[in-house]
């Protein structure tokens, strides 16, 4: 998750996915309901790859790079 989260191009698409959710912009730090959005994406995502990607991320990582 935390590649993931480091890719501005990932982060950009669920940054518009949540504005489109909203029907408005971000509206800074203090917007809770922006957040709520990103982080329940990002448990969703982290929970559907843990059943796909087996044992710990960093096994995957040393395998498959730091891209």
């Not at 959710?21 to 982290?46: K, S, T, Y």
């Not at 044992?55 to 395998?63: D, I, K, L, Q, Y």
Request: charged fraction near 30%; hydrophobic fraction near 45%; aromatic fraction near 8%.
């Amino acid at each position: 998750m935390d590649y993931l989260a480091s890719r501005e191009d990932f982060m950009g698409l669920l940054d518009l996915r949540a504005e489109s959710i909203l029907r408005r912009r971000f509206a800074g730090p203090e917007d809770a309901a922006f957040e709520e959005l990103i982080v329940d994406a990002m448990a969703m995502l982290q929970e559907r790859l843990s059943r796909v990607i087996p044992g710990p991320t960093r096994a995957f990582t040393r395998m498959h790079g730091n891209n």
